[in-house]
């Protein structure tokens, strides 16, 4: 017999013999038997989902379902949390992502990290981090719509696998993928959004900051900000 029956059964014995301390005992044992009962589904739930992130990455890995396929050395499915509140989303990976396959590790990831840090409370082991397109267009030219559609039924999976409470996207292209508009972010970014029913924040792209100075860097902080308030 299982451990799930065997416990009320121990608990109806000892009502009959009116032993109150061998109770308290016996609901310990249901609690603690709750716990870790809880403790293996949600390890087996982090199994399961690191399998399908890897199983996707090597996807990625193999991929030529468009053009940039050729000019990569890396492709770039994306790093962190297995079950995060937040996915921030970026457009593609650039030279430094593409060699060291990882998102975000170049300057704009330093960026992206002390907004991090500074607004979010967070560090980026606690978020996950990904693109809209998974390898690096040539020179860093903005991803064409036919590349992106082409792409983004991984990140669909990882959206899917990580079930994030918010996504904040980061710049125009990014946005416009998610979000069926021609808004650009100054005026988009006044407002929430949503993606496959999770609350979308969007925000400037760290390489626009790096691009506009501190009059940028303010605005990204004040959208950082409040996605720190939204998740509470
Ligand atoms: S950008 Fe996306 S769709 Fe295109 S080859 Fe890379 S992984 Fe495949």
Redesign the pocket.
């Known amino acids: 017999m299982d451990s799930r029956t065997s416990l009320p059964l121990l608990f109806d014995d000892k009502v009959s013999e009116g032993g109150g301390t061998q109770n308290n005992i016996s609901q310990n044992n249901i609690s603690q038997n709750n716990i870790s009962q809880n403790n293996i589904s949600q390890d087996k739930i982090s199994e399961t989902k690191t399998a399908e992130l890897q199983k996707l990455a090597l996807?990625?890995d193999a991929?030529?379902?468009?053009?940039?396929?050729n000019d990569?050395k890396n492709?770039v499915l994306g790093e962190g949390a297995i079950s995060p509140e937040l996915l921030i989303v970026g457009e593609?990976p650039g030279f430094f992502e593409d060699q060291q396959k990882r998102p975000f590790v170049g300057r704009s990831g330093k960026l992206l990290d002390h907004l991090i840090e500074t607004c979010l409370n967070m560090k980026r082991e606690d978020l996950y981090i990904a693109n809209v397109?998974?390898?690096r267009p040539k020179d860093n030219r903005t991803?064409t719509k036919i590349?992106i559609n082409?792409?983004l039924?991984?990140l669909n999976k990882q959206v899917e696998l990580l079930n994030p409470k918010l996504i904040l996207t980061l710049g125009n292209t990014a946005f416009r993928a998610l979000v069926d508009t021609d808004l650009g972010i100054t005026k988009a970014r006044n407002n929430l959004y949503s993606y496959r029913n999770i609350t979308l924040v969007p925000t400037f792209h760290p390489s626009a900051a790096l691009r506009g100075g501190k009059s940028v860097v303010d605005l990204m902080e004040v959208d950082f900000k409040k996605v720190r308030s939204i998740l509470g």
Not at 63 to 69: R, T, V
């Open positions: 996807k990625v991929c030529k379902k468009c053009l940039l396929c990569r492709a593609a397109v998974k390898c991803p590349e082409s792409c039924v991984y």
